[in-house]
Structures are given as C-alpha cells and as structure tokens.
C-alpha cells in the first residue's frame, strides 16, 4: 500500500518512481533560483522549508512534523512525545566545524522528523551547512552507499565512522549543480519507513 498522496496513487513501487521523478525536479529547482541559499543554515525551519519545497506536490504532510512513530528494521526513531524537544535541541548544537555539523546531522537523522523524505531533505540540509560554515560539501558519488547506509544506522551509538566516511568525500566545489545532485540520486537511500503505535514503545 503506498502512503496517501496527491497524486491518486495506490502502488507504492509508482509512487517511489514519482516521488523520485519530482522530488529531484524540485531540488534542481531550489539549487538554480538560489533559494536554499537563501535559507539560514543548519535551523530546523530551514529543513522544514526544505522538505515543504521538495514534496508539497506530493504529500499534504510536505513540511511538517509526522504525527505517527516510525521505525527502519530494528531502529526506532525519536519517539513522538519527544520530537519537539529532540528539534530544539538540535537548533541549539553548534556548527562551526565539521564535527560539530556532523554531529548536528547524526541527531537530525535520529529525529527523522517527517513521515517521509528525510533522506533527501536531510541531506540538502546537510551540505547547505558545510558550504555556509566551512566551504564544503560532500561529493556523494565518493559515498559508498552500503558503508553510508551502515555507519548512519550506527551513529547514534558511535559517530567516528560517519564522520570518517564523509570527511573522505569533501570537496570544495559548493557551487557545482552535479555534485549538489548527487546527494538526491534515489540509489542512495531506501526509506522504507514501518509505523508503530506508542504503547509499542
């Protein structure tokens, strides 16, 4: 069953192609009218914008905060009586260096605060950042997603191995619309997102 969406469809394998289709449509479309740019980095309005941009053709809930819990196989994300403390918390974290801006992330993707496309969201959100506060981005063609995929699932519990990974990717070509690309190619991320109620918890 696909999640309840604008577009009428009820096959989840066509919503993901759509989802994808538009969702990167979207983001070339925030990287050439500047509007990312325009964003304040590293807040988590500007993630909510982010995300509202991206999918508000898609989902009603584009640009707000889920409603449900969500786990990914054994991982659950921040509990939903908790979300708003976790976001404000992570308004508050410094970024002034890349481990602090990494660190900042790990808590975002902890927090998972949308029902759907935290993935891509989180990581426009994610480069936005470096390129403000240290003139940087990732080159996620120099990710291996595997590695990626298993370090994220770690880091809540020990970050060095996400840090090591995306440290190895930096480049400073913050303006190249190629490489800010390559951080919404679909290959890169499987949401797969299972809802559970509280007294699960």
Do not use: C
Not at 23 to 32: I, M, P, Y
Not at 89 to 106: A, G, H, L, R, W
Not at 175 to 198: A, L, P, Q, W
Request: hydrophobic content about 40%.
């Amino acid at each position: 069953m696909a999640l309840e969406n604008n577009l009428g469809l009820t096959s989840s394998a066509d919503l993901a192609r759509e989802e994808e289709r538009i969702s990167k449509k979207k983001a070339f479309e925030l990287f050439d009218t500047g509007m990312r740019d325009r964003l304040e980095a590293g807040t988590v309005a500007s993630l909510l914008a982010i995300h509202k941009y991206l999918f508000e053709d898609i989902y009603d809930f584009a640009g707000e905060l889920r409603t449900v819990n969500i786990a990914k196989g054994n991982f659950r994300f921040a509990p939903l009586i908790y979300l708003q403390a976790a976001l404000e918390n992570i308004d508050k974290m410094p970024q002034s260096n890349f481990d602090e801006i990494v660190e900042k992330y790990v808590e975002m993707n902890i927090a998972h605060p949308f029902r759907e496309g935290n993935g891509r969201s989180t990581r426009i959100w994610l480069d936005h950042i470096l390129k403000n506060k240290i003139g940087r981005v990732v080159d996620w063609s120099k990710v291996d997603k595997e590695d990626y995929l298993l370090a994220m699932e770690r880091s809540p519990i020990k970050d060095v191995e996400i840090k090591v990974l995306l440290k190895g990717a930096l480049t400073d070509e913050i303006n190249s619309r190629e490489v800010y690309m390559k951080g919404i190619d679909h290959s890169y991320y499987y949401e797969g997102y299972t809802t559970f109620k509280t007294e699960e918890l």
